[in-house]
Antibody
Framework: QITLKESGPTLVKPTQTLTLTCNVSGVSLSTSGVGVGWIRQPPGKALEWLALIYWNDDKRCSPSLKSRLTITKDTSRNQVVLTMTNMDPVDTATYYC???????????????????????WGQGTLVTVSS | QSALTQPPSASGSPGQSVTISCTGT?????????VSWYQHHPGKAPKLMIYEVTKRPSGVPDRFSGSKSGNTASLTVSGLQVEDEADYYC??????????FGGGTKLTVL
């Protein structure tokens, strides 16, 4: 069973940089096909995808936040780290990390990819941005 | 990237069926078969219910099904049960490894 747990500060000040860590258990971040993403949910609002990183260090970030986001992984600690710069009160949200598998295969249609979904989620961590 | 459009609310009585729509564009929902659906009970972690439009993870009841027509994907919950009351979000691949969520639908079991 794959489990994920987010950790980081509960309160940050405007303009500060947020650093969140996702500890992953049950699968190695170096295993082919493993990906971990970050998703957030402001209070009373919808989910928003932030970033993804795969076993091969392929990284993707939301275009609207790309300039502020950095996603990295520490394979030795089996952790994924998200940093977000220049925090603002509108960034107040519950931040989730989630496992996202990616598989390449051949079928009758030829070369295909299975992925782009989140099958295991952490419980989330609430980050408040306030002075 | 604009969020996918979902109705803010949906409802049904126990035993009935309800369908939640998720409308995007040809650049996301209509262009790829990578639509997923998540059930979210407040205060808990979201749960994957459907992936790649129609596939159901093990452990998800077959009362939940997914489909797609053009730029609109749908989640159908048959035989509604009280525990199905939750928020539901769709998500789609949007090209260049970008992902976009819908605005969410609050499902009420009357």
């Amino acid at each position: 069973q794959i489990t994920l747990k987010e950790s980081g500060p509960t309160l940050v000040k405007p303009t500060q940089t947020l650093t969140l860590t996702c500890n992953v258990s049950g699968v190695s971040l170096s295993t082919s096909g493993v990906g971990v993403g970050w998703i957030r949910q402001p209070p009373g609002k919808a989910l928003e995808w932030l970033a993804l990183i795969y076993w091969n260090d392929d990284k993707r970030c939301s275009p609207s936040l790309k300039s502020r986001l950095t996603i990295t992984k520490d394979t030795s600690r089996n952790q994924v780290v998200l940093t977000m710069t220049n925090m603002d009160p509108v960034d107040t949200a519950t931040y989730y990390c989630a496992h996202s598998p990616l598989t390449y295969y051949y079928d009758s249609s030829g070369y295909s990819i299975s992925g782009y979904y989140f099958d295991f989620w952490g419980q989330g961590t609430l980050v408040t941005v306030s002075s | 990237q604009s969020a996918l459009t979902q109705p803010p609310s949906a409802s049904g009585s126990p035993g009935q069926s309800v369908t939640i729509s998720c409308t995007g564009t040809s650049s996301d929902v209509g262009g790829y078969n990578y639509v997923s659906w998540y059930q979210h009970h407040p205060g808990k972690a979201p749960k994957l219910m459907i992936y790649e439009v129609t596939k159901r993870p093990s452990g998800v009841p077959d009362r939940f099904s997914g489909s797609k027509s053009g730029n609109t994907a749908s989640l159908t919950v048959s035989g509604l049960q009280v525990e199905d009351e939750a928020d539901y979000y769709c998500n789609s691949y949007a090209g260049r490894s970008n992902l976009v969520f819908g605005g969410g639908t609050k499902l009420t079991v009357l």
